[in-house]
């Protein structure tokens, strides 16, 4: 799998605006990031036809 080089600077983009908006917290938990890792993903996955724009991106709590 090749990967472009200008869309993951655009996502990292996106994930950053949304740690952002979300003052560095869980949306779903509300948990800091010091109470476990973050990680971002899409609310509708790409597998099915989910976008990679903001409004389709989600900070959550990763698993330890």
């Given at each position: 799998?090749?990967?472009?080089?200008?869309?993951?600077?655009?996502?990292?983009?996106?994930?950053?605006?949304?740690?952002?908006?979300?003052?560095?917290?869980?949306?779903?938990?509300?948990?800091?990031?010091?109470?476990?890792?973050?990680?971002?993903?899409?609310?509708?996955?790409?597998?099915?036809?989910?976008?990679?724009?903001?409004?389709?991106?989600?900070?959550?709590r990763a698993e330890k």
């Amino acid at each position: 799998v090749i990967q472009d080089p200008t869309f993951e600077a655009h996502f990292k983009i996106i994930i950053s605006k949304k740690l952002n908006e979300c003052a560095n917290k869980c949306e779903i938990t509300g948990l800091p990031a010091t109470e476990g890792k973050l990680a971002a993903d899409h609310w509708i996955p790409k597998e099915k036809e989910g976008e990679s724009v903001e409004n389709n991106c989600v900070i959550f709590r990763a698993e330890k």
